[in-house]
């Protein structure tokens, strides 16, 4: 029978890509406990500081983000979970038609002028991405600039001052990804982060 001659390369990759799935698999399986035992704290943690301030009847939900810590603080374990912000469609049409308004006060005086239309457009590819939702950022740094048009009081500037106004009733807000940070004191004394995400180790 003849030998099976595999190329030199391709039984380097066998060995690491077993290795490394092997690796990940257990990684994988170590995570899913941690998070389990991160909903168990959560929920049991919650339910012990209500005790303490001898509240019986559960009403509050268990919170999104909490921090604990060992009795001789040396493991801190911080809980966060990130608020993901999403904006009503209605409002956001409504925001546009506003916007509008404000742009047709500069027109009133220019009709037809193409510095007009380049502001309209300019504003507009920085307000909305594609598909017509409002962009985070754009909206932040355009909301920093309504105690300008308050203080200045241009032809307008309500309009604008309604538009950005409007920002706040559009705003949705969901829960995000939740994060866990778990800090320990190492043998000096220090504390250090656990590494969680293959990014962090060194």
Same mark, same amino acid.
């Given at each position: 029978m003849e030998a099976i001659?595999?190329?030199?390369?391709?039984?380097?990759?066998?060995k690491h890509a077993q290795r490394v799935a092997t690796l990940a698999l257990r990684a994988e399986k170590a995570l899913e406990q941690l998070?389990?035992?991160?909903d168990r704290a959560q929920e049991e943690v919650f339910e012990a500081k209500l005790k303490d301030a001898k509240i019986f009847e559960r009403r509050l939900p268990t919170p999104d983000s909490m921090t604990f810590s060992a009795f001789d603080k040396s493991i801190l374990v911080d809980i966060k979970t990130s608020r993901r912000l999403l904006f009503d469609k209605t409002m956001v049409g409504i925001i546009k038609s506003k916007f509008e308004e404000f742009f047709a006060e500069f027109d009133?005086?220019? $009709?037809?002028? =193409?510095?007009?239309a380049?502001?309209?457009?300019?504003?507009?590819?920085l307000l909305y991405k594609s598909g017509g939702d409002l962009d985070q950022a754009s909206v932040?740094?355009?909301?920093?600039? $309504?105690?300008? =048009?308050?203080r200045m009081k241009f032809a307008g500037w309500e309009k604008f001052v309604d538009a950005v106004n409007l920002f706040d009733k559009a705003i949705r807000a969901e829960p995000g990804n939740r994060l866990f940070y778990i800090d320990v004191k190492d043998d000096n004394g220090r504390m250090r982060r656990v590494a969680l995400k293959y990014t962090d180790v060194q």
């Open positions: 001659i595999i190329n030199p390369v391709l039984r380097t990759e066998e998070n389990e035992a991160i009133a005086d220019d $009709k037809g002028s =193409a510095r007009v380049f502001l309209r457009e300019l504003v507009n590819s932040n740094e355009i909301r920093s600039h $309504k105690d300008t =048009a308050e």
